[in-house]
């Protein structure tokens, strides 16, 4: 009985080690987010932020995602240098800067160092991924590096390894796509665009969105003979007529080539290395040093193995959510791009956040509201918008109810510039500034306001406010305007003052 005694006493001791370190492999989350982009840091460190929360990020590569290391970041560097570009060599003259020795512009004698920018703006890149690892640290807020996907158990594994988890947020974004064509492997995607290690003298833009039109605009800036090609009419399609034709009108005038009905169907490679496109009505386009395809995104979800989470996706590989980020699978959620709603990273930071607000925060109905999102686009010129077109606002509320109010007009800053072309001889026509205010009902509701012009982009955010607070054309004309602005003619649009009267 003594010797049964001390086997029991001492294999007890052991078996409880054996135990505790079992819980400790098999450690649970509250919350395990996929993904360290813009939509999954947010709502984990607002996850965090609430008591007793343990909360843990997986990513396999550079922290902050699309948004930080290959958009919008370092995409608006690039515009920084190429708006620059612009000012040196067009308008800094009439301003009187002058370059001493010639008269002429400045930019005429300026040597532009693309491997210089491309070295400072990575650093700054890298600068940042350091700060998106050290908040999360002090947001307590876990990082695991590797690549997650889900196991047979409807549980994530990362490299080899279970993790146990309350809720699973899955924000693994998207990326670029070039269709599969022959001679694919010779372009390259947006992402691409960031490599360059040389700025090219000739190159070729495929698509018709935002990112396209950005492309295009910062290379033309820059130096490059760029052409943009169009599957078809031509380029933002979804955006306002104001704001699409006075687009391609100063693109065209700014010396970017539009190809408007031309569909890639291959590229191939010269001799000395230069690329041609060939269209589908065998029409080309040759000479291009670079071929950058800027014509779609999908989503990163072919590794997950959703299906072994019960987690269902559309024919593009997207996951459908409902207004509560909720996927087909109750436990596990999904934020941002992969879930093909607008596919920017303001959305995904705001519908991350209310996420958690609702998971740990104890407000139930927290979510994010998908209508009248402000938008901008940093082409050349600035474009910004929120709410209906015209055109959708029509089929919305009836060619009756609408009501819209347009101006175009010159920014003072082109006052005194006066450009010359050189091969007539002639004037410039100036850049035009234009906006549009869409209203609806007899209170002159504002459903949509778009614009396009210098400084569009920093103009929008406070009047998008007002357009998602629902402010009517009244209460814009109620607004003493700010003298001079650009921003000011919104709230002078004529008939000024005059709305709601009959």
């Not at 932020?49 to 909360?55: D, E």
């Not at 002429?104 to 350091?130: E, M, Q, S, V």
């Not at 950005?214 to 800036?221: D, F, I, K, P, W």
């Not at 001889?425 to 007899?442: F, I, N, R, S």
Request: hydrophobic content about 40%.
């Amino acid at each position: 009985m003594m010797l049964r005694a001390k086997l029991t006493s001492g294999v007890v001791p052991r078996l409880t080690r054996a135990l505790s370190a079992s819980r400790v492999l098999q450690t649970e989350y509250d919350y395990l987010v996929i993904g360290a982009g813009s939509g999954g840091m947010a709502s984990a460190r607002r996850a965090a932020s609430y008591p007793g929360t343990r909360v843990a990020v997986v990513e396999h590569a550079r922290l902050g995602g699309t948004c930080v290391n290959v958009g919008c970041v370092p995409k608006k560097l690039m515009f920084i240098a190429a708006d620059m570009s612009h000012k040196l060599h067009h308008d800094f003259l009439h301003y009187g800067f002058e370059d001493e020795a010639t008269g002429d512009h400045l930019g005429k004698r300026t040597h532009f160092d693309w491997p210089k920018l491309k070295a400072r703006r990575d650093a700054y890149i890298l600068r940042l991924n350091g700060i998106y690892e050290r908040n999360l640290a002090n947001s307590k807020v876990e990082l695991i590096r590797g690549s997650a996907k889900f196991n047979e158990k409807g549980n994530v594994e990362v490299d080899g390894k279970e993790l146990l988890a309350k809720n699973v947020l899955i924000a693994v974004g998207g990326k670029p796509l070039i269709p599969d064509i022959p001679g694919k492997e010779l372009c390259i995607d947006s992402d691409g665009f960031f490599e360059l290690e040389t700025l090219p003298k000739k190159v070729a833009v495929v698509g018709a969105g935002y990112i396209a039109v950005e492309l295009a605009g910062v290379l033309n800036a820059l130096g490059s003979d760029t052409s943009i090609f169009c599957r078809k009419e031509g380029v933002l399609r979804t955006f306002d007529d104001i704001v699409r034709t006075t687009l391609e009108d100063a693109m065209a005038k700014d010396g970017v080539h539009l190809r408007p009905h031309s569909n890639v169907a291959r590229v191939e490679q010269a001799a000395d290395g230069t690329k041609t496109l060939v269209l589908a009505d065998g029409s080309k386009y040759s000479g291009y040093d670079v071929v950058i395809f800027a014509a779609g995104r999908v989503p990163l979800t072919s590794n997950l193995q959703l299906d072994k989470a019960g987690v269902a996706t559309d024919e593009h590989g997207f996951i459908p959510v409902n207004e509560f980020q909720k996927t087909s699978n109750s436990k596990v959620l999904a934020v941002g791009d992969v879930c093909g709603t607008p596919a920017l990273t303001p959305v995904a930071i705001a519908a991350g956040r209310r996420l958690s607000d609702r998971l740990f925060g104890g407000m139930n109905d927290a979510k994010v509201s998908y209508e009248n999102i402000p938008t901008v686009v940093f082409s050349h010129p600035h474009i910004g918008t929120i709410g209906l077109t015209e055109e959708q606002a029509r089929r919305k509320y009836g060619n009756d109810t609408i009501k819209v109010y347009t101006s175009r007009f010159v920014n003072m800053y082109y006052g005194l510039i006066n450009e010359v072309d050189e091969s007539t001889g002639e004037p410039k026509d100036k850049p035009k500034t234009a906006m549009k205010l869409v209203c609806a009902g007899k209170e002159e509701k504002v459903v949509g306001l778009h614009m396009i012009g210098m400084a569009a982009d920093e103009i929008l955010q406070g009047f998008g406010v007002a357009v998602k607070m629902g402010a009517t054309k009244a209460d814009f004309d109620n607004c003493i305007a700010i003298h001079p602005t650009a921003g000011e003619e919104l709230v002078t649009l004529a008939p000024w003052g005059l709305s709601g009267r009959g």
